[in-house]
Nanobody, 112 residues
């Protein structure tokens, strides 16, 4: 499985971004997807995940602000990020849970 993440950029405090993760392969719909992030000097942390049934789970720090979703027809997972804060600044990575494949990362910078 190969993953291509996109959608990062510079946004002001309180703004929104939508990240996309396009996956190759026809097994996308049968597996869970996740988004992680890594800020400078910090370990990579789980932000959100969605399993093949649509069940979602979020880190406490993003609950109510971020929404993970998937479009199996497009082999794409999304992370809608609203009410962004400077502490959300990080490189965001998508992950195909069963294969362990990672996207290349997309940088999100939130200015105060």
């Amino acid at each position: 499985v190969q993953l291509q993440a996109s959608g990062g950029g510079l946004v002001q405090f309180g703004g929104s971004l939508r990240l996309s993760c396009a996956a190759s392969g026809s097994i996308f719909g049968a597996n869970g997807m996740a988004w992680y992030r890594q800020a400078p000097g910090n370990e990579r942390e789980l932000v959100a995940l969605i399993d093949r049934s649509g069940y979602t789970n979020y880190a406490n720090s993003v609950k109510g602000r971020f929404t993970i979703s998937r479009d199996n027809a497009k082999n794409t997972a999304y992370l809608q990020m609203n009410s962004l804060k400077p502490e959300d600044t990080a490189v965001y990575y998508c992950n195909h849970i069963s294969s362990g494949a990672w996207g290349q990362g997309t940088l999100v910078t939130v200015s105060s």
